[in-house]
Nanobody
C-alpha cells in the first residue's frame, strides 16, 4: 500500500528554522522524484521543491530559493525539507508527493500533511 507520511511541522517565529520529513512506503522510492508542496489557508496548493530520483537535481519555487534545501536518503526512503529564515507567508500545510523535477508537477497521491505556522 502506497503511503507518504509527513512530519516536522510546528509553530515557529519568523526567522526560525524547521526540518520536515517525508517517509515513503509501498512503492519503489528511488524510481521517483519526490517533492514538497504547500497549501496556505484559502489558497491553492503550490509546489515548493522537488528532488530527482538520485538527488542530483533539484528545483525550488522562487519564493523559497536560498532559504529552503531539499534532500533525500533513498536507503531510508525519506525526503527532507530544511526550511531556514522562515517568513509568515511560509505558513501552511506541507505535503510530499512524487513529482517531476523540471515542472514540479505532482502525481496525485498525498499524505496527510504537516502544519507549519510562522508567527511574525
Amino acid at each position: 500500500q502506497l503511503q507518504l507520511v509527513e512530519s516536522g511541522g510546528a509553530l515557529v517565529q519568523a526567522g526560525g528554522s524547521l526540518r520536515l520529513s517525508c517517509v515513503a512506503s509501498g512503492f519503489t522510492f528511488h524510481y521517483y522524484g519526490i517533492g514538497w508542496f504547500r497549501q496556505a489557508p484559502g489558497k491553492e496548493r503550490e509546489g515548493v521543491s522537488c528532488i530527482s530520483r538520485s538527488g542530483g537535481s533539484t528545483n525550488y519555487a522562487d519564493s523559497v530559493k536560498g532559504r529552503f534545501i531539499i534532500s533525500r536518503d533513498n536507503a531510508k526512503k525519506t525526503v527532507y525539507l530544511q526550511m531556514n529564515s522562515l517568513k509568515p507567508e511560509d505558513t501552511g500545510d506541507y505535503f510530499c508527493a512524487a513529482c517531476v523535477v523540471d515542472t514540479m508537477y505532482a502525481y496525485d497521491y498525498w499524505g496527510q500533511g504537516t502544519q507549519v505556522t510562522v508567527s511574525s
